[in-house]
């Protein structure tokens, strides 16, 4: 692992090495990293000020734009987990994740009031006024680092807990293997709680390169994303397929071809049609497209396709592909034995990837985080098959999960 471990570390390092390397694009805004720094060790001051502890979780539920990554840093540098909700989720389920994460600390600029009086609301803007920090808290590598909350079939959502060796390890194979760096420039449209959101921040943060942020209100519209993908150079795109998709509609009507030259689709299928129609809008060449899949228990992504054209004969949608660095797959029937090849079976995800489990949860921890032959795996609920060459194929859900622009959705938590 690279540095101190942890996700943030190397934000801080490039920050120290490059403080006027410009980091955050917002409206009118450029942030450089020295500013960004001093943001982030100013909020991780005003929660160690009013008692936070390494370990301790800390909601973030602010609106989108850089007080949201300053919130996230400033959270991880005082030594704590963050665990982003949307500032627009029902008041009942935000009561519910503070419940079930064991939450101490929120960082608001609304007016919510938790039902758990013992939780410390805080804003983070009044940090402005106070000394940075230091330095950034020191943390192993096998800490956590965030719980995102999924949707959970009983009706309670379910945290899933990352550590920063599990997601580090994903963030330093794929900016490898896309060779990010000062130069890449990303459109940040996941959400913070969509856990593509963690490589929008550590992956292009982490490789010094520049992350172009979007309003809420800006965040489903497309014309907006084309504007802004010319405005500042946009090379690097990473969301669910449904959002390039809106992208490519929207430029159907523009002659300017996209300034893409790095990929990255996950969450959902990904269509047959896309890889030709982005070749088509950046001017006849496909940039490195990367199909991914996983599960958010698995550290953002555990699978990845490289797509060039011609696609292989016969898919009906892009390969799932082949497992990450140090992250490995079984297809497993149901009394958990390998499937053969073409034979459909259960995806089980494992490595280094794999979550610490559902906080506060043993007994569905329990149900899918598994041992087998000495070794601990995710039983994803995913369907697939491996064709020859152990390339494989996503077959869709076992149970009646479905998913909304990549989000998994429990028909019993809508119930």
């Known amino acids: 692992l690279y540095g101190d471990g942890t996700i943030h570390g190397r934000i801080f390092r490039h920050a120290a090495e490059h403080p006027e390397d410009p980091a955050l694009f917002f409206a009118d805004q450029q942030i450089s990293y020295g500013r960004l720094r001093e943001s982030a060790l100013r909020v991780a001051s005003l929660l160690m000020i009013n008692g936070l502890s390494a370990g301790d979780r800390v909601m973030i539920s602010v609106p989108r734009g850089p007080l949201e990554i300053v919130s996230v840093l400033g959270v991880l540098a005082a030594g704590g987990v963050y665990v982003p ?177 790095t990929v990255m689709l996950s969450g959902d299928w990904i269509n047959t049609e896309i890889p030709q129609d982005l070749a088509d809008a950046c001017g006849g060449t496909l940039p490195h497209l990367l199909a991914m899949g996983g599960a958010t228990e698995g550290s953002i992504w555990s699978n990845l396709f490289e797509v060039s054209l011609p696609l292989p004969d016969g898919w009906k949608s892009i390969p799932y592909g082949y497992p990450l660095r140090n992250q490995k797959y079984r297809i497993a029937d149901a009394k958990g034995r390998d499937c053969p090849d073409l034979v459909p079976g259960e995806l089980w995800i494992g490595g280094t990837g794999v979550a610490l489990g559902y906080v506060n949860a043993p007994e569905i921890t329990a149900a899918h985080f598994v041992e087998f032959e000495g070794e601990r795996w995710y039983r994803t609920g995913d369907q697939g098959r491996y064709h020859k060459g152990g390339i494989m194929e996503f077959l869709g859900r076992l149970d009646h999960q479905v998913k909304v622009r990549g989000h998994r959705i429990e028909l019993g938590e809508i119930e």
Request: net charge negative; glycine share 6%.
């Open 85 to 261: 909700v949307s500032a627009t989720q029902p008041d009942a389920r935000r009561n519910r994740i503070i419940h079930t994460g064991q939450i101490r600390f929120m960082l608001s600029t609304a007016s919510f009031v938790p039902e758990d009086s013992s939780v410390r609301v805080l804003n983070p803007m009044d940090a402005s006024s106070l000394d940075c920090l230091e330095a950034p808290a020191v943390r192993s590598p096998g800490d956590p680092a965030y719980i995102i909350f999924t949707s959970g079939s009983t009706g309670e959502p379910k945290g899933v807990e990352i550590s920063h060796r599990g997601a580090l390890n994903t963030i330093l194979d794929i900016t490898d293997r896309c060779a990010l760096g000062r130069s890449s420039t990303a459109l940040a449209v996941s959400a913070l709680d969509f856990d593509l959101s963690v490589f929008d921040i550590f992956g292009i943060l982490g490789a010094g390169g520049r992350l172009v942020l979007i309003s809420s209100e800006e965040r489903r519209d497309a014309s907006c994303w084309l504007s802004l993908v010319h405005r500042y150079g946009i090379n690097t795109w990473n969301s669910v397929p449904v959002l390039l998709e809106m992208l490519l509609a929207v430029h159907r009507n523009d002659n300017r071809p996209l300034p893409l030259t």
